[in-house]
T-cell receptor, first 114, second 111 residues
Framework: ETGVTQSPTHLIKTRGQQVTLRCSSQ?????VSWYQQALGQGPQFIFQ???????GRGNFPPRFSGLQFPNYSSELNVNALELDDSALYLC?????????????FGSGTRLTVV | QKEVEQDPGPLSVPEGAIVSLNCTYS??????FMWYRQYSRKGPELLMY????GNKEDGRFTAQVDKSSKYISLFIRDSQPSDSATYLC???????????FGQGTELSVKP
């Protein structure tokens, strides 16, 4: 059973640029969530996708957008990057309706905006 | 006021000690409570998952939820150097819903 894989592992971008982060869900999982974790903080919910539709969104501006594909993989896109967007971006997958609601997290993409 | 409060530590204990980690929360709608462990440069790993109030034990780990006090705890018995990590509490109002995390407590277990 494979876990959640994210790419790239590290990324450096310039303020104002756009970035796309990718996530492959754990085998059998149909729900994907994205979280932003600033240094020394707990992860913050960005949004969740289920059956290729956004299924909940946190307090993030519209320049944060996402996609989920038929194979349940997902992308997080961030436009007009700001310095405060520097963080670890985590993808988490789960199976909707499962008895246990815990998520499986990937190792994250560390984004640095300069 | 944050929805979930967690003492960030850092917490340093000798090997073999009992560790107590705690979180308080303000949203009475939370029903699902989790503890995650996060090693440096890694994603969070689910340790314990509890629904509603009560205790749950798994090996050296015990999770407690007191909904009346809006307080959850994680106890680690016979702590090992390999337990050194950041511990995050997380909670949700619905199964499979968004998780609200605490700030994380950095734990160091010294040999």
């Amino acid at each position: 059973e494979t876990g959640v894989t994210q790419s790239p592992t590290h990324l450096i971008k310039t303020r104002g640029q756009q970035v796309t982060l990718r996530c492959s869900s754990q085998s059998g999982h149909n729900t994907v969530s994205w979280y932003q974790q600033a240094l020394g903080q707990g992860p913050q919910f960005i949004f969740q996708y289920y059956r290729e539709e956004e299924n909940g969104r946190g307090n993030f501006p519209p320049r944060f957008s996402g996609l989920q594909f038929p194979n349940y993989s997902s992308e997080l896109n961030v436009n007009a990057l700001e310095l405060d967007d520097s963080a670890l971006y985590l993808c988490a997958s789960s199976l909707a309706g499962a008895a246990t609601g815990g998520y499986t997290f990937g190792s994250g993409t560390r984004l640095t905006v300069v | 006021q944050k929805e979930v409060e967690q003492d960030p530590g850092p917490l340093s204990v000798p090997e073999g000690a009992i560790v107590s980690l705690n979180c308080t929360y303000s949203n009475s709608a939370f029903q699902y409570f989790m503890w995650y462990r996060q090693y440096s440069r890694k994603g969070p790993e689910l340790l314990m998952y509890t629904y509603s109030s009560g205790n749950k034990e798994d090996g050296r780990f015990t999770a407690q939820v007191d909904k009346s006090s809006k307080y959850i705890s994680l106890f680690i018995r016979d702590s090992q150097p390999s337990d050194s990590a950041t511990y995050l509490c997380a909670m949700s109002g619905m199964r499979g819903g968004k998780l609200i995390f605490g700030q994380g407590t950095e734990l160091s277990v010294k040999p």
